[in-house]
């Protein structure tokens, strides 16, 4: 039994004329007659009484037009469902990011997006790398900013800026008033290193360094890393952070030069290529005018 037999029947059990009925729906009356055998075969009653002169509904027909009547009606609100969130999703674009994204790139893009294309939605998501990395996998973002570079399966990469890490110390540091900060000078200082799971990047890169110049710190190991930034003026202790921690800084904190250069923390844009929306698409394009990537 499909849903264009419900229909052909309650359109005949309304007419009771198989001629109107055919004409109604555009097909043929023989062809019309046949459905409803089919259909009476399918239910296993006889829906119909027909004569030469008349058609009218019998006891069970009269109980099956109604609960069609009912499944058609179910049939087309489930149809308008699926169309309506088909379309709000042509009209939406998902972007997972970090702060980075959201300080050096957003303000650059998201304004003229939103006049380019006022009638779209534009969901912001913060959530760490791999929340992002999982989201996008499953279809659930269509953007991610992250400092890592994916490029496996569908999902591709595009590098979209590279910003140098700062050293950031309490002003009341010893070592605060050195105008260059000597390596072999850090030895044993208070030092907070974010944690690999939330910051797995921003780790890896300051892990790098310290294991690549000798360095033996005092580490601690955070997961919140602008709510330590406090931590840091009231316990003397040193971070090396994203550049875009600048303006967040506390009066008391200050940024100081290490006499080797610290490492760069690049941002990338990650999408799916297949498929890619049209949202998507403009995205990406906005994306590409406004930044050069390396």
Known sequence: MELRHLRYFVTVAEELNFSKAALKLYTAQPSLSQQIKDLEADVGVKLLNRTKRKVELTEEGAAFLEQARLT??????????????????????????????????????????????????IELIHMNEQEQISALKKNELDITFTHQELNIDNIHSKKILSKTLIFVIPETHPLAQQPVIHLNT?????????????????????????????????????????????????????????????????????????????????????????????????????????????
């Open 72 to 121: 058609l009606i179910q049939a087309d609100k489930a149809v308008a469902t699926a169309r309506q969130i088909a379309k709000t999703k042509q009209q939406r674009l998902r972007i997972g990011f970090v702060p980075t994204a959201e300080i050096n790139v957003f303000p650059q893009v998201l304004p003229q997006l939103r006049i380019q294309n006022p009638e779209l939605m």
């Open 186 to 294: 850090l030895s044993y200082v208070d030092f907070i290193l974010p944690n690999q799971e939330d910051f797995p990047t921003l780790h890896a890169l300051i892990s790098r360094f310290i294991k690549q110049h000798h360095l033996t710190l005092d580490t601690h190991k955070t997961d919140h890393l602008l709510l330590d930034l406090n931590k840091m003026e009231h316990d003397n202790w040193c971070m090396i952070l994203p550049s875009y921690t600048k303006s967040m800084l506390a009066p008391d904190l200050v940024i100081r030069t290490l006499a080797a250069d610290l490492p760069d923390l690049p941002l990338f844009m990650s999408f799916n290529e297949q498929p890619t929306s049209i949202n998507t698409q403009k995205f990406i394009h906005l994306i590409s005018k406004v930044f050069c990537s390396e």
